[in-house]
């Protein structure tokens, strides 16, 4: 190397040491996976590989073409591709880089893309043009409390925003703002400070970091961002479980709403063999979380393997040939629950012999003959149903069916015993080595959906009994999967 490549290079290394002090942003580079053994775990099967950056196929499906190695992994770049148009969840574990993402956005964001150093953080991180204004305009960011915000999100903002920002109280227990040169602004609030601290003018965006206790600060602060047509931004670590946080974005599937999740395993900046022992005390749901920032119930959830990414998918038409049955799930006053099952031995829609939980009819306060008519009227343009499986306790109402409407029922398989049928249902939901369940419910299914999310074990009652509640889709889906395993068994024996 001569002189004058060597003078060369230390004017580029000058140039950027200048843009790193005066536009830091333009210089933040997200990060995605790369190929290499990223579980932290000692018997981790996964090929060494060749350390070099995922190609990113589609959600979260990445591939390394060099060492032809395609898997399931996570991006704090893609984090932000496709955000729903009013509120986006990226939830995420512990050192995924959640806080670092979203304080980058809130400076992009309220700089505009009009500003040298956004336009240039949009094409180092292949960003879309779109996702940022052009315009500046006001970011408001919200921390849990105003010491978490002078702890850990203005020290964030800090690292991104220009060198010539005037700050005011930034240093102070109390609502912070920070000016950019062309107009631009950031506010910071306290979550803890309360929702009529969050009204006042229309703001482009809202980045809330953690979660709060409810959702009365989130909601006020969706209605700031009606106006100029902004969103909200939620960066979080589910550790308080099904929350408000869960019934905004997972619970319902509402329109201009996403979500998607982050692990600080996949972070290339991070060594994940320490991260994984750094939670190894934990239970398994906790590590789930803190790991991978999975919404879990801390408290001896029974489906632990419900995942609605997994198990919930959009409905399609049932074939006119398909093997179809029903349960039912008897009530009046607690909810009477009607199932419909189609079973996809050939792998047609999914993996080979699965389930999918296509209707659902659930309701209080009918009367059998009621509801067992509602259950045909739903019946009448499906395909002829197998059988119909039926709570054996229900005796009553099982012959009521039969005699009065000639809806002829099995009675549930008593004798398998609630831990076990509940234990086939475990056995279905969990992913196989093809990477898919065998047990699927369409999202036009919200009661059970909800109760796979919330069966808890009883703690009084002992860890093999559940507790009585949120239970009257499970115990449907449960007597046909425990009919289904003792009719394939016997079946299986006669051949």
């Not at 190695?69 to 996570?74: G, K, L, V």
């Not at 806080?99 to 980058?104: H, M, R, S, Y």
């Not at 240039?120 to 991180?125: H, I, R, T, V, Y």
Request: hydrophobic share 35%; charged share 30%; with cysteine.
């Amino acid at each position: 190397m001569n002189k004058r490549q060597l003078l060369r290079m230390y004017e580029q290394q000058q140039l950027l040491l200048t843009i790193q002090r005066n536009h830091p942003l333009a210089l933040a580079r997200l990060w995605s996976p790369r190929c290499e053994r990223w579980s932290g775990k000692k018997d981790d099967d996964r090929p060494v590989g060749c350390g070099e950056p995922m190609e990113h196929l589609h959600t979260t499906r990445f591939k390394c073409s060099s060492c032809n190695i395609e898997e399931n992994r996570t991006s704090q770049k893609h984090a932000l591709i496709g955000m729903g148009s009013e509120a986006h969840l990226i939830g995420g574990g512990n050192r995924a880089g959640k806080t670092d993402l979203g304080a980058q956005l809130a400076v992009a964001v309220a700089l505009g893309s009009n500003d040298w150093s956004v336009q240039q953080w949009l094409e180092l991180n292949d960003l879309p043009k779109d996702l940022v204004q052009e315009e500046p305009s006001t970011v408001w960011c919200v921390a849990l409390s105003y010491g978490d915000s002078i702890e850990y999100v203005r020290p964030k903002l800090d690292k991104y925003m220009p060198r010539s920002t005037k700050k005011s109280k930034w240093n102070a227990q109390d609502r912070a703002t920070a000016s950019f040169e062309n107009g631009g602004k950031i506010v910071c609030l306290s979550y803890e400070a309360g929702r009529k601290k969050f009204q006042g003018q229309g703001v482009k965006l809202v980045w809330i970091d953690e979660e709060g206790k409810d959702d009365q600060v989130f909601m006020e602060c969706l209605m700031r961002t009606i106006d100029l047509g902004g969103r909200v931004i939620v960066t979080a670590t589910p550790v308080d479980g099904l929350n408000w946080l869960f019934d905004q974005f997972v619970e319902e599937i509402r329109e201009g709403y996403s979500r998607i999740q982050i692990s600080g395993l996949d972070n290339p900046w991070i060594d994940s063999v320490k991260l994984r022992r750094t939670v190894q005390h934990m239970t398994e749901t906790m590590q789930r979380t803190r790991l991978f920032g999975d919404f879990v119930s801390q408290e001896g959830l029974v489906y632990d393997e419900f995942d609605p990414r997994y198990h919930v998918v959009k409905p399609f038409d049932i074939p006119k040939d398909g093997e179809i049955y029903r349960a039912i799930d008897f009530g009046v006053r607690n909810p009477w629950c009607t199932l419909w099952i189609y079973r996809d031995r050939s792998g047609l829609f999914g993996a080979d012999d699965s389930l999918y939980v296509y209707r659902e009819y659930y309701k209080t306060n009918r009367t059998t003959l009621e509801n067992g008519r509602e259950t045909i009227r739903l019946s009448q343009n499906d395909p002829r149903c197998l059988f119909t499986v039926a709570d054996s306790a229900g005796k009553d109402a099982r012959l009521i069916l039969a005699r009065e409407l000639g809806v002829s029922t099995k009675p549930s398989p008593k004798e398998l015993g609630m831990v076990t049928m509940i234990g086939l249902v475990k056995e279905r939901l969990m992913i196989h080595a093809d990477g898919k369940p065998r047990l699927f419910v369409f999202n036009n299914c919200p009661a059970l959906i909800q109760e796979l999310r919330k069966y808890r074990w009883s703690k009084t009652k002992g860890k093999d009994q559940p507790m009585k509640q949120d239970d009257h889709a499970l115990d449907a889906l449960r007597y046909a999967i425990g009919f289904l395993s003792r009719y394939d068994r016997l079946n299986h024996k006669r051949s």
